[in-house]
């Protein structure tokens, strides 16, 4: 795993500069929506394999963009405790992983209105995760885009007070930066968050529809609908 890190560190460097070469005309700092990175991502080199170690302020400055595509098994503290997760081979992806053991990203350098650096960091993937009801596997797609704002020191990381909704989409999290920047680290720091701590279908394997629909509805008060109960009484009359 440490092997194939460190061999593909220099390969990025050069393909990063290609793709700022080619994206800078269509890319413009803060414009970054999810669409706009998807269409950078079309047109850029990919990279297979983790993403290297950089020097985060200089990508923001010089507005990089990098695109690619990484075995989940990477990720050892995302996959702790979590089932098997299947081998795939790694290849170039235009959009979301379509199965689980992939993990893809998209990371643009970026300068905030006021000149702040920043990377916007889109990430997707599939995990399999244990079902808390039926204790079966379940697939639970991951697509999570979050900017950062670039800081210097642990110490700038203290959010300012007047920030009132912490979870605004258009008030960037902070992020201590570095010139050796552990892009992999951040990535799995982002998927953690987006782990369930109770997974569950929607509808387990071999739940009636009706059972399921009364089970997943609070609003009935865990009382199961006339509907569902009639629904339960002609799948057991078959
Ligand atoms: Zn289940």
Redesign the pocket.
């Known amino acids: 795993m440490n092997k194939s890190r460190a061999g593909t560190k220099t390969v990025v460097k050069d393909i990063t500069a290609v793709v700022t070469a080619s994206v800078s005309a269509t890319v413009t700092a803060g414009a970054s929506t999810a669409g706009t990175m998807n269409s950078a991502a079309a047109q850029s080199e990919f990279k297979l394999g983790v993403p290297p170690i950089l020097d985060v302020f200089e990508f923001a400055r010089r507005e990089q963009l990098m695109v690619g595509a990484f075995d989940t098994e990477e990720l050892g503290r995302l996959l702790d405790g979590l089932p098997l997760q299947p081998e795939v081979a790694l290849s170039v992806l235009t959009g979301p992983p379509e199965t689980p053991g992939i993990v893809r990203y998209i990371v643009q350098g970026q300068r905030s209105s006021v000149g702040k650096p920043q990377i916007n960091l889109h990430v997707q993937t599939q995990l399999v995760l244990e ?1 808390q ?2 204790l ?1 596997p ?1 697939v639970f797609p991951i697509d999570r885009q979050v900017i950062f704002d670039l800081v210097r020191n642990e110490s700038d990381l203290i959010d300012d007070p007047s920030r009132v909704d912490q979870d605004d989409l258009d008030v960037p999290e902070k992020v201590v930066g570095s010139r050796e920047f552990d892009l992999l680290d951040l990535i799995e720091d982002e998927l953690i968050l987006e782990v369930p701590y109770v997974p ?2 929607e509808r ?2 071999g739940e009636t529809v009706a059972a399921a629909d009364a089970e997943s509805d609070p609003e009935e008060g865990g009382r199961p609908s006339p509907f569902a109960v009639l629904g339960q009484l002609n799948t057991k009359s078959k």
């Open positions: 079902c009801r039926c079966g379940l569950r279908h387990c394997p």
